[in-house]
């Protein structure tokens, strides 16, 4: 089954489960218009639904990472302090037996019985050195047995902490997994020529949006064309690209075409799956770009750019709350990871709604 129409019985699922329309007629077997306008606005409302989903998957993902990683360095910690403790304590152990054993006799009975004071008098002064500095060896030892907890304390609070996440992801993944489920569920239920009328209303409305926006990027083609040859030949208008821009971003779209058909994973970043900022980093990734992991993050990297700015290469955003991310490739398309019924796939870059742009190279 095409994606596009699984895509569609993803929205039908959410328009019968919210008891809106009865989607066809028993006498005709087709939709009316109001109906299918219906059907896809609902689908419009549950692929947000799904990339929000998405979206806290990758934020909770990236957190467990760092948890994980803060945990491996607190346990490394904390092994390091047991080892000083235990060397320490080793320490501090042979001095309170030397002392045991010297503490038969006190100091004026020692001296009544030496027959040499004036050493003996110098042997006082190197064992107040000595109870000295086993009094800051002890120290030193208390110091870091309070370490030591603290690092314990620390590691078993990331130990919680990744629990809790995992549980979220756990959470977010069950809610795709539902919503997947029960398009498949309506999905089978519908023939294929209800599935078809559906499919054929969203396809006519992404051409006639590719369509727009391909003559806009014409447009501000031809404007910039006559705009270069109306400028005085001796001084045209300086262009500033940093190193590799243009070719870093083209080499980014290459890429991230060369994934189209594969699955939506969430949380995915290659080589097999990936989900939406998962694509758009490695895609700029093999450019040399480095981009941040969600698509919060990668919201504001780089230089902001409105819709009619628009070139091949540079990241566009959807949704308010920013949800999900495509790198636009130029006639009015984008090439995105979708969602899990989609997949990587080409769209109209106003087929979700826009709410900006940024240019990365």
């Not at 010297?102 to 006082?124: K, R």
């Not at 002890?138 to 590691?155: E, F, G, I, N, V």
């Not at 450019?287 to 070139?311: D, K």
């Amino acid at each position: 089954m095409s994606g596009a129409l699984r895509r569609v019985g993803l929205s039908l699922v959410a328009f019968a489960l919210a008891g809106g329309y009865v989607l066809y007629g028993a006498a005709e077997g087709h939709a009316d218009p109001t109906t299918v306008d219906a059907a896809r606005a609902q689908l419009d409302q549950l692929e947000q639904q799904q990339s929000e989903i998405a979206a806290r998957y990758t934020d909770v993902q990236v957190k467990l990472q760092d948890s994980q990683k803060a945990l491996d360095e607190a346990r490394s910690d904390a092994d390091s302090q047991r080892s000083k403790v235990s060397t320490l304590k080793s320490q501090v152990s042979q001095i309170a037996l030397q002392q045991y054993r010297s503490s038969g006799m006190d100091t004026t009975s020692q001296l009544l019985v030496t027959d040499d004071v004036q050493s003996f008098l110098n042997g006082l002064s190197t064992m107040k050195k000595a109870s000295d500095n086993t009094a800051s060896l002890l120290q030193d030892y208390q110091s870091a047995q309070a370490d030591l907890a603290d690092l314990q304390k620390a590691t078993e609070a990331q130990t919680q902490q990744i629990s809790s996440e995992q549980a979220s992801l756990a959470d977010l993944k069950k809610q795709s997994d539902d919503k997947v489920a029960a398009a498949q569920a309506l999905l089978d239920k519908l023939t294929a020529a209800q599935r078809q009328q559906v499919a054929d209303a969203q396809a006519a409305a992404n051409q006639k949006a590719a369509a727009a926006a391909a003559a806009a990027d014409t447009s501000r083609s031809a404007t910039r064309a006559a705009a270069a040859a109306a400028a005085p030949a001796a001084a045209p208008a300086p262009v500033v690209v940093g190193p590799g821009g243009s070719s870093r971003a083209m080499t980014a779209v290459n890429f991230a075409l060369s994934q189209v058909g594969k699955a939506y994973v969430m949380g995915g970043t290659g080589p097999n799956a990936y989900d939406c900022s998962g694509l758009t980093m490695v895609s700029y990734a093999h450019a040399g770009v480095g981009l941040p992991r969600t698509s919060q993050a990668q919201y504001g990297v780089g230089q902001a750019v409105g819709l009619s700015q628009l070139a091949p290469g540079d990241l566009v955003f959807y949704y308010s709350g920013i949800s999900h991310v495509g790198i636009y490739i130029g006639n009015g398309m984008i090439v995105h990871a979708a969602n899990p019924s989609s997949g990587v796939t080409t769209a109209p870059v106003t087929s979700m709604p826009f709410m900006g742009g940024r240019r990365v190279a």
